[in-house]
């Protein structure tokens, strides 16, 4: 049977379907390796090659040569990639800072700047603005500063990228004087020193419910000279000079104290949370619509029918 008489026969079949004559014809062609179709469709169903293309962990097939242990190394950790983006950030702040062609001053909050940049670089064009200086973003390569001004009654902000490759000129016009930095040392170690603002209850009145009593450098004081044996037992441990017995001793006696200071301030907000138990009549005497005068509505002979 030929090509033709093998398609007359699937087409002439009952229902598009071929015959039990035409079925062995079929057979007997797939037996000598020849491809048949029916329909457009295979008769030999090929195996799919996509689980031996799928490179996942849950794939039995591919998991056993996969991932490649020895090229794998050990895993980056948190820590190595925040340092590794550090580095990026920093090597193209670097490149940036090469390609400007002029020297970025120091930009404050609230001074008067003005920046020229780049509109087209093919057409040469470029634009001023000026403005006060709002916010100062320090983000490494997305640093910028923001400028604000009024043109014709309309405020305007723009916020200018500190590295951006189309700065062409920036000039601080006017600078506001730095701010004085807070001394970080005390005029003068003496207690007695400002000493009104040291001490209340007999001398001042208390400024809040939270604040009683007297307020004194003790708590200062006490909280200075914990640090001191915090950092000189940390030296010891590290020194190797105390024992487990000995910390352990020391862990008990710094909760306990902890615990009494909690038990404490917990006994003292409910003292002040506590209710009163009062006596009230559940019947008054006198009814509010009894006192009512005879003229008001709400009384007896007044009460609409």
């Not at 404050?108 to 020229?116: F, I, K």
């Not at 634009?127 to 973003?137: D, H, I, M, P």
């Not at 600078?175 to 400002?194: F, G």
């Amino acid at each position: 049977m030929n090509a033709r008489q093998l398609w007359s026969a699937l087409r002439d079949g009952p229902l598009g379907r071929p015959t039990s004559a035409h079925c062995t014809a079929l057979e007997a062609r797939a037996r000598a390796g020849i491809k048949v179709t029916y329909r457009g469709l295979r008769q030999r169903l090929h195996q799919s090659t996509a689980p031996f293309k799928k490179y996942t962990v849950d794939n039995p097939i591919t998991a056993g040569t996969w991932p490649p242990l020895d090229q794998m190394g050990t895993p980056i950790t948190n820590r190595e990639c925040f340092q590794l983006m550090h580095h990026l950030q920093m090597a193209e702040v670097a490149r940036l800072r090469r390609l400007r062609t002029f020297s970025m001053p120091r930009i404050n909050p609230g001074d008067l700047v003005e920046v020229r940049y780049e509109l087209s670089r093919t057409q040469q064009t470029f634009a001023v603005f000026q403005g006060y200086c709002v916010e100062v973003r320090l983000k490494r390569s997305d640093s910028s500063f923001t400028l604000k001004n009024v043109y014709e009654g309309v405020g305007v902000e723009q916020l200018v990228p500190r590295y951006s490759p189309r700065l062409l000129d920036v000039r601080v016009l006017k600078a506001i004087p730095n701010p004085q930095t807070a001394q970080k040392e005390p005029l003068t170690r003496d207690y007695r020193y400002k000493w009104q603002y040291n001490v209340r209850g007999k001398f001042t009145m208390k400024q809040g419910v939270h604040k009683p009593g007297i307020r004194s450098v003790e708590p200062k004081i006490r909280r200075r000279l914990s640090n001191i044996k915090r950092r000189y037992m940390h030296q010891r441990v590290e020194a190797g000079q105390l024992i487990k017995a000995e910390m352990y001793r020391r862990a008990l006696i710094y909760s306990l104290d902890e615990q009494r200071r909690r038990a404490h301030r917990l006994r003292r907000r409910r003292q002040k949370q506590k209710w009163g138990v009062y006596m009230i009549d559940k019947e008054p005497k006198i009814t509010a619509i009894t006192a009512l005068p005879s003229y008001h509505p709400l009384t007896e002979g007044n009460l609409p029918k």
